[in-house]
């Protein structure tokens, strides 16, 4: 593989197209460039932005209030991944809340909450169930377990979207892009094909990564190679298939219809999100009509960061009042989150 | 939060496989996904959304040839 990888390296460094804006849509792909070294590798005119691929950082404030109002309550316990401890809400966050008396418990896996829930059949437990297409399929896996076996004291507080409706909004609202690095592991649930409609839509070339740097390298240098053409091309082909896990799809299907969903900074995406059915609205902890978005710091410009306006360090709060340890916004919170990703590996393009 | 890592089936229950990462061992729900012992899978939150492909380093160089050639 070295000799390819170095040709592919030579290429990059050497290119001299036109200028390409290239966007990630993957926290986890914004914290692989990063961690890699990768825009180092490439020409001034070969741009990486970070879009609204991290879970965490598009919750809007209204959704975290909503998770300290419910952790607050006696006999209640929220259960979260650690990434959302600390985000922002309109005042606080979960991580003060609990310092302050509430119950919070943080977990590996959603499907942890069974145990707990078993355990003690008196508290009520609510799994703050955020998350993309990866998560969601962990999340109607849960639900059918409640369903199946009448658990009485687990509920859902979902803000659960999805990236393609997203993806569209951005290309909609003429976002400088040339073209996307698509969420490798997203797409190993929606499967490559879930982008062909938006490829050829605004001829757009969409290569899905992994989250090695060879792997990235080589994604990025198939992008500049399909400029302007309206396509997608699997690069992560060891575990993405063209249609993606049907399995995973169908039960999501069937416990979690389509909706309208608000993202931080961005407002209301139509068709961006999951909400449970009305069937199963009885494991719901109040998700719907979570979209009011207010933030911390005024100044904080997080949304504009997410669709790609600006870079992180244009933000005036970068590196100064809103660090990792005092963050402001979202996306400085989140190990995956762009703000982060930039201060923590000191990049600078 | 989409973090999914590689690891191997080692052993197969009744609902759920035990993966192992280089020594680390972790439950993981199988519902979407048939597997065996052996197989390289793909868990995400305590959970495998899909096998591997053995050839994995080969699949990549094949696409460097590939992207290379355009």
């Known amino acids: 593989m070295r000799e390819e990888l170095k040709a592919i390296i030579h290429y990059l460094k050497e290119y001299d197209g036109p200028d390409m804006n290239i966007m990630e849509v993957c926290g986890s792909h914004t914290a692989a460039i990063a961690k890699n070294g990768i825009p180092t590798i490439l020409p001034d ?7 609204p691929g991290c879970p965490v950082c598009v919750t809007p404030s209204s959704y975290i209030d909503r998770l300290i109002q419910l952790a607050m309550k006696e006999d209640t316990c929220v259960v979260t991944f650690g990434d959302l401890m600390r985000v922002p809400g309109s005042e606080t966050s979960l991580s003060a809340a609990k310092g302050a008396g509430a119950r919070v418990a943080m977990v590996y896996s959603p499907m942890d909450i069974l145990d707990m829930a078993a ?9 703050a169930a955020v998350g993309f297409e990866t998560t969601m399929p962990v999340y109607a896996l849960l639900v059918d377990t ?13 803000a659960l979207k999805t990236m393609p409706p ?13 073209g996307f690095l698509a969420p490798g592991h997203v797409a190993v649930v929606t499967g490559a094909d879930a982008f062909v409609p938006l490829a050829k839509r605004y001829s757009l070339p969409f290569g899905v990564s992994g989250f090695s740097g060879p792997e990235l390298l080589v994604a990025i240098a198939g992008i500049l190679k399909a400029r302007g053409e309206g396509k997608v091309m699997n690069f992560y082909p060891s575990v993405v298939t063209r249609r993606g896990n049907e399995r995973a799809k169908a039960m999501i299907d069937r416990y979690f219809d389509v909706c309208d969903a608000s993202w931080r900074g961005m407002g209301t995406v139509a068709g961006s999100g999951r909400i449970l059915k009305k069937n199963f609205e009885w494991i719901d902890a109040g998700s719907r009509g ?5 933030q911390k710091n005024k100044a904080c410009r997080c949304g504009e960061v997410l669709m790609g306006k600006i870079m992180p360090t244009e933000c005036p709060l970068h590196g100064t009042v809103c660090t990792p340890l005092n ?7 989140s ?9 923590i590996h000191h990049r600078t393009k | 939060m989409c973090v999914a890592l590689p690891g191997t089936v080692i052993e197969k229950k009744n609902g ?19 597997v065996e012992v052996g197989d390289p899978v793909l868990v995400h939150a305590g959970c495998v959304l899909q096998k591997l492909s053995k050839n994995e380093s080969d699949d990549l160089t094949e696409l460097m040839k590939e992207v290379g050639a355009f």
């Open chain 1, 45 to 51: 005119n070969v741009r990486l932005l970070s879009g």
């Open chain 1, 166 to 178: 997203v993806i569209d909004h951005l290309c909609r609202g003429g976002a400088a892009i040339d």
């Open chain 2, 16 to 34: 759920y496989a035990i993966v192992d990462f280089s020594g680390n061992r972790v439950k993981a729900r199988t519902g979407f996904v048939d």
């Open chain 1, 327 to 333: 963050p402001q916004g979202a996306c400085m919170v």
């Open chain 1, 335 to 343: 190990t995956e989150g762009s703000c982060y990703s930039w201060y």
């Open chain 1, 290 to 294: 979570l979209d009011e978005d207010r």
């Open chain 1, 146 to 158: 409640i369903v199946r076996e009448k658990i009485p004291n687990i509920r859902l507080l979902t």
């Open chain 1, 119 to 127: 355990r003690e059949k008196e508290t009520t437990f609510i799994f």
